[in-house]
């Protein structure tokens, strides 16, 4: 990895999703999203994402297919349970939804998540766009999950915007964009 520059930050209050709309261009070959206190206002939501091609008139993030996978290690506050697995309910296949980084995420004060995602070659005109992330969140049932997804976005038009938001509801945390040099 080289060195990552920050080129903008987004702090959500109260806000039902921030789109990053400049700064993700040819630039950079790689671009770094690091979430910080990703908290929902409603419990039990997820944590999402999809992106705009250039091509989407629209601007309504739902033209772009992700095809995805995802697994995780989960244990309880309690610590009376612990698991690792691969997890089917957060994979997409060749779809326009919004891809999920944290499942289920608390809305008590003590439930948040973080994470860090890398975008590969977002302005690319020849080449679908790979992905991956790493997250830790505070589940709605008191438990810890670390979570590795990874993917691509079967689209061979430059990407230049991405929005994050909760499946339901409205979130407070930090999202910084980095460019790896």
Request: proline residues 2%; contains cysteine; aromatic residues 14%.
């Amino acid at each position: 990895m080289g060195i990552p520059t920050l080129i903008s930050t987004h702090t959500a209050s109260d806000s039902s999703s921030i789109d990053i709309t400049s700064g993700i261009d040819s630039t950079y070959d790689e671009y770094m999203f690091v979430f910080t206190d990703i908290n929902p206002v409603t419990d039990s939501v997820d944590f999402t994402f999809q992106v705009n091609a250039t091509d989407d008139a629209g601007g309504d993030y739902d033209t772009s297919l992700i095809t995805s996978t995802s697994f995780y290690a989960l244990h309880d506050e309690a610590d009376s349970s612990a698991s690792k697995g691969y997890d089917t309910s957060r994979d997409l296949a060749q779809s326009a939804n919004f891809q999920i980084l944290f499942g289920q995420i608390g809305n008590g004060s003590d439930e948040s998540g973080a994470g860090v995602m890398h975008l590969f070659s977002p302005s690319s005109t020849t080449y679908v766009k790979h992905w991956y992330c790493r997250t830790n969140h505070y589940n709605a049932a008191d438990y810890s999950f670390d979570y590795y997804m990874a993917g691509y976005i079967n689209d061979t038009t430059a990407i230049d915007e991405i929005r994050f938001k909760m499946s339901s509801g409205n979130f407070d945390g930090v999202i910084q964009l980095f460019g790896i040099a």
